[in-house]
């Protein structure tokens, strides 16, 4: 399977623990992106990367969350002292200037 | 700086036209058409760069007037499988992509 992965597909947390996503991108592709997604609302971009330079970080992403992408290929989003507004569905996306972005299934948050 | 869609909400029976609006005010270097199902990422439609070109394939297709930051997705004979949000998505000079306002298409037969 060559699409974009994420991992895990759900995770609950008790509010102030840290957690940690992961997104494995298309290998071709140079870019991606994070978003995070609440019932009934578009994709929220949070921040994107070209290959392992993080390019661009939205204003509205607090200092508990960071991404890395190490090696400019998988990447992760943590998220440090969960809130239960971070409770929402994060996708990632890979793909290039001017293509399409192809997202992968998402990791659904909830945070009790 | 979101793309504003219209209309919000529209609901077709099946074989009847619809088109989506999307508004930016920004200059926009791309603009990007994703369908999203409920409980299902989004999934590209189609992307048209600056240039003002129109694309389309079967029976959905899209033109893009960058002087004025608008795109238009259009959806002709529409099916049931249609149905869902539709999410506009626009690049500019900088380095964010933004989803639009969301369009929610209902068909029924």
């Known amino acids: 399977d060559t699409g974009v992965s994420q991992d895990p597909r759900h995770k609950i947390t008790k509010r102030g623990q840290n957690v940690t996503f992961r997104c494995d991108p298309i290998?071709?592709?140079?870019?991606l992106y994070w978003y995070r997604q609440t019932l009934g609302q578009g994709p929220e971009f949070l921040t994107y990367?070209?290959?392992?330079?993080?390019?661009?970080k939205s204003r509205l992403l607090s200092d508990r969350f960071s991404a890395e992408r190490p090696k400019g290929s998988f990447s992760t989003l943590e998220i440090q002292r969960t809130e239960q507004g971070d409770s929402a569905m994060y996708l990632c996306?890979?793909?290039?200037?001017?293509?399409?972005?192809?997202f992968g299934p998402g990791t659904r948050l909830t945070v009790t | 700086q979101q793309p504003v869609q219209s209309p919000q909400a529209v609901i077709l029976r099946e074989g009847e036209d619809a088109v989506i609006n999307c508004s930016s005010s920004?200059?926009?270097?791309?603009v990007h058409w994703y369908r999203q199902k409920h409980g299902e990422a989004p999934v590209f439609l189609m992307i048209?760069?600056?240039?003002?070109e129109q694309k389309g394939h079967e029976k959905i297709s899209a033109s893009f007037n960058e002087k004025k930051q608008q795109s238009s997705l259009y959806l002709t004979a529409s099916q049931l499988s249609y149905s869902g949000t539709y999410f506009c998505?626009?690049?500019?000079?900088?380095?964010?992509?933004?989803f639009g306002t969301g369009t929610s298409l209902t068909v029924i037969p």
């Open positions: 996306a890979s793909g290039g200037q001017g293509i399409e972005q192809y």
């Open positions: 290998s071709e592709h140079n870019r």
């Open positions: 990367f070209q290959n392992e330079a993080q390019l661009e």
């Open positions: 920004k200059a926009l270097y791309s």
């Open positions: 048209l760069l600056k240039g003002g």
């Open positions: 998505g626009t690049e500019g000079t900088g380095n964010q992509f933004y």
